[in-house]
């Protein structure tokens, strides 16, 4: 009997279930409790950890689907730290590491993400911090997104020390 607990397994149901439902959530959630919750998410991340002089990944907000609004971190990160994000490569079918300046201006891409212009490629593995999004998560702890798997393809390149 594995001593590990199953992946995206709730007392409430699956994980189908519970992105259904947090989706459904998110979606009636007003412009004003959005920038509230993301602005206090942004304090509380900024005020418990140290993020001097890191390599930090971060996700930006897609638009239109309600997600953390992630900029005023970017505003306060690219100050002191190399920031990166992800670009999707149609070559390679995977997404990109890639790294840019606050100099950068952002355009949407695929699936309407925010990439910057320019940018240039990075390595995953000298990412320290990596601020990733979800959806919700199940009983164990475990990150529930959409569905796609795109961030599992992008802890599998991440160094083991990243946080």
């Keep these: 009997m594995s001593k590990n607990p199953p992946l995206a397994v709730t007392s409430n149901g699956n994980k189908i279930n519970l992105r259904e439902r947090y989706l459904t959530l998110r979606e009636s959630i007003s412009v004003n409790e959005l920038e509230k919750s993301s602005k206090d998410i942004c304090d509380q991340l900024l005020n418990h950890f140290n993020f001097s002089n890191q390599n930090i990944h971060l996700f930006y907000p897609i638009e239109g689907k309600n997600e953390v609004n992630t900029w005023p971190i970017h505003h306060k990160l690219i100050k002191t730290n190399q920031l990166h994000t992800s670009v ?23 699936y309407n993400v925010p990439v910057p212009d320019p940018f240039k490629h990075a390595k995953w593995d000298k990412i320290d911090i990596i ?11 475990n990150r529930i997104g959409y569905g796609k798997g795109i961030y599992d393809q992008i802890c599998k390149c991440l160094n083991k020390s990243c946080v």
């Design 88 to 110: 999707y490569n149609s070559v390679s079918n995977q997404w990109d590491c890639v790294c840019f300046d606050a100099n950068s201006a952002f355009v949407k891409k695929r």
């Design 131 to 141: 601020l990733m999004p979800l959806l919700c998560f199940d009983d164990y702890g």
